[in-house]
Each structure stands twice: as structure tokens, then as C-alpha cells.
């Protein structure tokens, strides 16, 4: 699986983005896709992530700003984003994850966002 993101930028307080994350190759094999972002100084968190089936999780600090989106299951997921901080401020990473019991996790490359104030 391979995973291409895109949509990261320069913004101020209070704009929007979207991110989109394009998978290709054996994306019948992912389960789960999601949204991670690592701020200078900072470890990676999870923003958010949603399955096949739809379901989806979001970070506290993104509830009711992000929305993460994967129409059809598909090949595809967005995130978007709006009222963006400064906090928000971070290298945005795609990830999948496969099926089973042992599963596997595919990165992108990052995409930066930057919000300022």
C-alpha cells in the first residue's frame, strides 16, 4: 500500500484546510484509515482515523473542528479542517492499517500545515 497526502499550507487563525490522502496498490487489505500529526518538539498523536465500516474517532483537541471522510470506502481520505489554531500547527501524516490479527501500518509522506496567528 502505498499512501500520497496533499493539502497542507500556510493559513491563519480561524481559515480551513483539507488534506487528501490517495492509497494505491493493495488497498483491499486496509482496514483503517487515519490521520496523524507530529508538532515540533512533539511526538506523533492521532487525529483522527475511520474504518471500513465508517465508524471514526477523533482527538479531543479536533472534535467539533475535524472532520475525517472516506466516501465508499474507498481509495481516498480527507480531512477536514476549519477554526484552525496555531496549536494545529504540525506535519500531518497519512496512515493505513490492514486487516488481522497482526496488522500492518503504511505511512505517507507528511504534509505541513501551518497556522498563524
Known amino acids: 500500500v502505498q499512501l500520497q497526502a496533499s493539502g497542507g499550507g500556510l493559513v491563519q487563525a480561524g481559515d480551513s484546510l483539507r488534506l487528501s490522502c490517495a492509497a494505491s496498490?493493495?488497498?483491499?487489505?486496509?482496514?483503517?484509515m487515519g490521520w496523524y500529526r507530529q508538532a515540533p518538539g512533539k511526538q506523533r498523536e492521532l487525529v483522527a482515523r475511520v474504518n471500513n465500516g465508517g465508524s471514526t474517532y477523533y482527538a479531543d483537541s479536533v472534535k467539533g473542528r475535524f472532520t475525517i471522510s472516506r466516501p465508499s470506502a474507498g481509495m481516498t481520505v480527507y480531512l477536514q479542517m476549519n477554526s484552525l489554531q496555531p496549536d494545529d500547527t504540525a506535519v500531518y501524516y497519512c496512515?493505513?492499517?490492514?486487516?488481522?490479527?497482526?496488522?500492518?501500518?503504511?505511512w505517507g509522506e507528511g504534509t505541513l500545515v501551518t497556522v498563524s496567528s
Open positions: 496498490g493493495s488497498i483491499d487489505r486496509i482496514a483503517v
Open positions: 496512515n493505513a492499517r490492514s486487516r488481522g490479527t497482526l496488522p500492518a501500518q503504511y
